[in-house]
């Protein structure tokens, strides 16, 4: 399973890096306004300095509606830096841009996918990740987990490459959850990753090992 963060805070990027266990990023327009990234120019630049911390796929995503502004606005991203993946909405226009970009050896990630039919058309489409967003599902009483599962049989059905890529995690529960399904990857918050290495008994055993071992010397 693959370890994205889903962030812009170039701190927490670096602390997952420093981890050791970081295969990608991904970001969105409401991350990056978040950490006060605005401007076309400035916003190019901060997928850039993201690449210099992580060696793996970045998630850049759109921001077009129509296709021909998406092929456009999605190719300067790509040329951007090779690790830069063109993230596209999943919309009618933003089907045929996977198609367009799946072309011309583009990688993309289809966001915004909250139905395994939309999974499905991603797929056709060539769509090298698609983010079913679990937290929000779960936010509206829908179970995100279950499209997991729904796109997880649909794929294995039929051998489809995209992978799927679990987003909107929310805890470490989720991470764990889309591991036991076979997500190809998860994409979190640091606190999530974080989360995952935590358990009072280690603690407890770590602080027993320690004492004891100062007793002998
Ligand atoms: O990157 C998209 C997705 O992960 C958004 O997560 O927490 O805003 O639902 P969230």
Redesign the pocket.
């Known amino acids: 399973m693959k370890f994205f963060i889903?962030t812009a805070n170039l701190d927490q990027i670096k602390e997952a890096e420093e981890l050791g266990i970081l295969d990608g990023v991904?970001?969105?327009p409401?991350?990056m306004a978040k950490e006060g990234i605005t401007g076309e120019k400035n916003i190019l630049n901060h997928y850039l300095n993201i690449c210099k911390i992580v060696n793996g796929d970045v998630s850049a995503e759109v921001i077009s509606t129509n296709l021909k502004q998406m092929i456009k606005e999605g190719e300067v991203l790509a040329n951007l830096h090779p690790q830069i993946v063109v993230k596209i909405p999943m919309i009618k226009d933003g089907v045929k841009a996977l198609k367009y970009f799946n072309d011309v050896n583009i990688k993309t990630n289809c966001?915004l996918i909250f139905s395994a039919g939309q999974a499905l058309l991603a797929a056709k489409a060539g769509a090298t990740y698609v983010?079913p967003?679990i937290?929000?599902l779960d936010d509206v009483s829908n179970d995100g987990l279950v499209l997991i599962e729904e796109i997880r049989g649909i794929y294995d059905n039929y051998n489809f490459n995209t992978q799927i890529l679990a987003?909107?995690?929310?805890h470490s529960m989720h991470i764990i959850n889309c591991a036991k399904i076979g997500a190809d990857v998860m994409?979190?918050?640091l606190s999530s990753i974080l989360g995952l290495l935590k358990h009072p008994l280690t603690d407890i055993g770590l602080a027993k090992f320690l004492s004891d071992y100062k007793k002998g010397n």
Do not use: E, K, Q, Y
Not at 167 to 170: P, V
């Open positions: 889903d991904t970001t969105n409401s991350l966001t983010s967003f937290g929000r987003a909107s995690i929310r994409t979190g918050p």
